[in-house]
């Protein structure tokens, strides 16, 4: 299995940025992507972007796309997702997690999993 770590969560006015990193340690060959995630108080986790680890494709939620950017730094084994225009609605803690599916689908489909960061974004 891979082990991730988040950072770079914090609190913010609407309209702000934040940038989070994922950084993967262990067995980064076996994994194909990289998920970001996120669960707002009182709902379910929800996808927010994820990206291909080698070739570097990625994939947005509609309630992101043009707000949000998913990158990745191979030579450090690290995943940022950058924020901005933040919302209040995009409070919730933000988890990354790594897949062995070639095109993940579902929750599911991510083995290894981090801890998780807080974002909070006041209006």
């Known amino acids: 299995q891979v082990q991730l770590v988040e950072s770079g969560g914090g609190l913010v006015q609407a309209g702000g940025s934040l940038r989070l990193s994922c950084t993967a340690s262990?067995?980064?060959?076996?994994?194909?992507?990289v998920g970001w995630f996120r669960r707002a108080p009182g709902k379910e986790r929800e996808f927010v972007a994820f990206?291909?680890?080698?070739?570097?494709?990625?994939r947005y939620a509609d309630s992101v796309k043009g707000r949000f950017t998913i990158s990745r730094d191979n030579a450090k084994n690290t995943v940022y997702l950058q924020m901005s225009s933040l919302r209040p609605d995009d409070t919730g803690v933000y988890s990354c997690a790594a897949s062995r599916v070639r095109i993940p689908t579902t929750l599911g489909d991510y083995d290894s999993w981090g801890q998780g960061t807080q974002v909070t974004i006041s209006s």
């Open positions: 990206i291909y680890w080698n070739a570097g494709g990625t």
């Open positions: 262990g067995r980064t060959s076996s994994y194909y992507t």
